[in-house]
């Protein structure tokens, strides 16, 4: 083993928050020596995860605006709203319209800008110097303008031109670069700081715009000389809708820091074109709280698909410097309450790690990010402090975080500047080595010199298959969802082509339009992160402080091939998938409700009044008499309507369903973006007097607790007669305490999640499932009654595929119980309703679309 990490090593923060929470309550929350003593607040220790075991997902019921969801929804949410030419010199001035003043915004009482103050105040600072430049990366998903600073020497359009040049060498030609003597003269290393991607951890936006002032103002030689050799990226604040409203989550009730292999969320994809597009070498993440100071790298387990010798080496060595600024301010805990700096790397055992891609740090060394970091701020001001500590009290811990991030932002580019070419040079090589298909280099201490206490459980890599096949007809599982997964591919800068004739590969033949991913490719990392079954890594560590499984090419519902050989076919590139979609030119039609664009026809078909009859296997049926209205389906979705089976009827007309619906943030979006018409509800809701006429069923997931309804709007619910959904733990509650479906819902792990293997029983709800499905909070069900009929059960053996699943402490809940289990039941209450209980978790913060069809499917069944 390698040598012990050094200082003190801790219990998992996750296992041991009641513990920490404690003993940090002291110094987080009683002011300092000779402050006026302001309420003790308890608060929690560090938070990477909404959910907690037992609980539903990013718990909480949610209400976001169906204006919120069209703006993620459609592509034009993306898009700068306007930005100065790509090709043009620096500064980019825009001149930014000041939104109007609202004297709500959750920033003011900390004594920290608000949103509405921001463009004001880049305005000004454009016009100091030569130095700033803003533009504007899109909107956020409540319509605020996502504003980007850059700070630097200014260039000439050729010299900017220039610039992109080595930029696009270092990315697509790395070999190439590493030789070229002008990249390493003169090419401007990329920082990019991000911030305020929690909406009330606000610090790091007022620390980023006095960093940009005080960069525009400084006569010195050493800031010329920086500027001339590096671009500082600026996204000033990442979340303003949370920003204004004093929340974690965007107007759609999204966490934007789990969003980044999904990329939901018009925030999420801005920050993810600024990474492809400027592609920092060097990135911090802003956040809070944490005391003293969490500063990454982190613990174990480590993504598998890094580079990440090349990245300790930066990352490590980054975090002392931010160590000694942070720690040099001089807050100290007995005068401040400040405790000093915490590396997880080198002092914790676990808990913080950097497995799943989806927080902003862990996705950017996919887009050459060489040391990327998590930053939290010591000092709580928001939640239970927010609004109980006097405001003296916040505004003193405010300016105190605000010093903090400023601190690790002046470190960060003192960093970058000193190690220029090795910085550069590393970025190169992260590239180079995917684009020549070398192997990983396991991190140790002789291949990482200079961080101690590197030792085997540090070790993560991976092989990566030299090939993988997307296939096109013959044995696709989904035209439109392999589509869908190729656009993302492509939108995550990973090279794709396809295939000009039919091949062979590994005894299979698969047809001209196939698409295939060369693994010999510079962002290898991203395309096997997304493509990859992952791996189950329950055995590794004690507990996850988030997913750990999330295979798109499992759970977006496109069939997905790897190989070990490169096939010998032309091919040509993809900048976007072929268009997909038909419509049989004859007779009745048939559309399969396999995928959520699907289920979207199907509720368009709906709303403009066709009448639909459900196939035996679930799809859907439509009348000849509606194919023009199919053919602008197919054309703007990309479904395929095929032609009806000889003497196939439909037993059952279907009908536009109405959906009450007490359930996660991402769980409404997903139904939103399957087209079904919603209605928020909640225990207050139903308990306010609801008006059941205008819903045909009830999706329960989050917020409905059925004993804290009153007796009056228990009975309203009883005399509805309204279809039920359930998924997860308080779906099955509400089952069970509603007395609706005979069927014993068993707990899981509630700490556990991941990829698992199923067996679909086929029919209207599981009919063309695909043989995986997601799990968080893992549930099952036995006992089942008359009636009752298991739609999809785990498969047998260890059905975990990849993430982290074992048995709770007493031996119970893991993978062995649940194998062979029904993880999907549906049934007829005795008053007739129709009921669909899910143990899984198929609209996963809107992440396995290949999984929507099966809630979709039980919310028509009635």
């Not at 976001?64 to 709203?81: D, F, G, I, K, Q």
């Not at 927010?386 to 009290?393: D, F």
């Amino acid at each position: 083993m390698g040598s012990p990490r050094p200082t003190v090593v801790r219990t998992a923060w996750r296992t041991a928050l009641p513990v920490l929470a404690a003993s940090l309550a002291g110094a987080l929350l009683a002011p300092p020596a000779g402050a006026a003593p302001g309420p003790r607040v308890p608060e929690p220790g560090p938070v990477r995860d909404a959910g907690r075991p037992g609980a539903a997902p990013d718990a909480g019921t949610a209400r976001a605006p169906a204006e919120a969801a069209a703006r993620a929804l459609t592509a034009e949410s993306a898009a700068p709203a306007h930005t100065p030419a790509r090709t043009g010199g620096y500064p980019r001035r825009t001149v930014l319209a000041a939104p109007p003043e609202n004297p709500a915004d959750r920033s003011i009482k900390l004594g920290l800008v608000p949103y509405h103050g921001i463009a004001p105040r880049l305005n000004a600072l454009q016009k100091l110097g030569d130095r700033v430049s803003v533009e504007v990366a899109g909107r956020s998903a409540g319509g605020h303008e996502l504003y980007l600073v850059t700070v630097t020497a200014p260039e000439s359009r050729r010299e900017a031109r220039e610039q992109e040049r080595m930029r696009e060498l270092i990315e697509n030609s790395p070999a190439r670069a590493a030789k070229d003597r002008t990249v390493k003269a003169s090419y401007k290393t990329p920082v990019f700081l991000n911030n305020n991607i929690h909406g009330n951890e606000w610090e790091g936006t007022d620390a980023a715009l006095k960093l940009v002032e005080e960069l525009a103002k400084a006569k010195d030689p050493g800031t010329a000389k920086l500027l001339s050799r590096n671009r500082l990226y600026l996204n000033i604040t990442a979340n303003p809708d949370g920003r204004i409203a004093g929340t974690r989550a965007n107007a759609n009730g999204f966490d934007l820091n789990r969003d980044f292999i999904t990329a939901s969320q018009p925030e999420t994809r801005a920050i993810r074109r600024i990474a492809i597009e400027k592609q920092p070498a060097v990135m911090l993440d802003l956040h809070g709280y944490v005391n003293g100071t969490l500063i990454e790298p982190t613990t174990p387990p480590h993504g598998e698909n890094y580079e990440y010798d090349l990245f300790l080496k930066n990352a490590y060595a980054n975090a002392l410097g931010m160590e000694k600024a942070v720690n040099g301010l001089g807050y100290t805990e007995a005068k401040d309450g400040v405790r000093p700096v915490v590396i997880p790397f080198r002092d914790e055992e676990e808990g913080w790690d950097d497995w799943p891609p989806i927080f902003t740090p862990q996705y950017m060394p996919f887009q050459g990010a060489v040391a990327s970091h998590t930053i939290e701020f010591p000092l709580v001001v928001n939640n239970n402090a927010y609004t109980s500590l006097p405001e003296t009290e916040l505004r003193r811990r405010a300016a105190v975080n605000t010093d903090i991030a400023g601190a690790a932002m002046r470190a960060t580019l003192a960093y970058t500047d000193r190690n220029r070419a090795s910085v550069i040079a590393d970025q190169i090589e992260t590239f180079r080595r995917g684009a020549a298909g070398e192997a990983q280099r396991p991190v140790s201490e002789e291949t990482v010199p200079g961080v101690p206490g590197i030792g085997p459980e540090d070790v993560y890599t991976t092989e990566f298959p030299r090939t993988y096949v997307i296939p096109a007809g013959g044995g696709a599982r989904s035209a439109v969802a392999a589509a869908r997964l190729v656009d993302h591919l492509v939108a995550n800068d990973v090279r794709v082509t396809r295939a000009r004739t039919a091949f062979r590969l590994d005894g299979r033949t698969y047809r001209a339009g196939s698409y295939l991913v060369d693994m010999h490719q510079p962002k290898r990392g991203i395309a096997n992160v997304i493509l990859a079954d992952g791996r189950d890594i329950s055995a590794d560590v004690s507990t996850m402080y988030d997913i750990s499984g999330w295979s798109l090419g499992r759970l977006w519902g496109a069939t997905v091939v790897d190989s070990e050989r490169a096939p010998r076919v032309p091919v040509r590139a993809v900048t976007a998938a072929a268009p997909t979609g038909g419509v049989a030119p004859f007779g009745d039609l048939r559309l399969r409700l396999d995928d959520p664009k699907e289920i979207q026809a199907l509720n368009s078909l709906l709303d403009k009044g066709v009448r639909v009859r459900r196939a035996a296997d679930g799809a859907a049926l439509v009348p000849g008499s509606a194919r023009a209205v199919a053919r602008t389906l197919a054309r703007e979705l990309g479904v395929e309507f095929t032609a009806t089976r000889p003497g196939e009827k439909g037993t059952a007309e279907l009908r536009r369903t109405r959906v009450a619906a007490a359930v996660t943030p991402g769980e409404l979006f997903a139904l939103r973006e399957m087209g079904f018409a919603v209605r928020p509800v909640s225990t207050e809701t139903l308990n306010a007097g609801f008006d059941w006429a205008s819903a045909d069923v009830l999706f329960v997931s989050s917020g409905l607790d059925h004993a804290r309804l009153t007796p009056a709007a228990r009975k309203a619910f009883g005399a509805s007669g309204v279809s039920v959904v359930g998924v997860g733990a308080q779906g099955a509650a509400f089952n069970a305490a509603a007395g609706l479906l005979k069927a014993t819902a068993v707990a899981g792990n509630g700490d556990a999640n991941g990829v698992v293997r199923v067996r679909n029983a086929g029919g209207p709800v599981t009919g063309g499932a695909p043989e995986h499905t997601f799990v968080y909070s893992p549930g099952w069900f036995t006992g089942l009654g008359a009636g009752v009929r298991a739609e999809q059960t785990y498969a047998k053996g260890n059905p975990l595929v990849s993430g982290h699943w074992r048995a709770s402490e007493n031996g119970t809940g893991g993978p062995s119980d649940a194998a062979g289990k029904a993880s999907v039941v549906s049934g007829e209450a005795a008053s007739g309703a129709r009921v669909v209980l899910f143990g899984t978790q198929p609209l996963f913060r809107a992440h396995p679309k290949g999984l929507y069809a099966q809630l979709g499917r039980a919310l028509l069944t009635r």
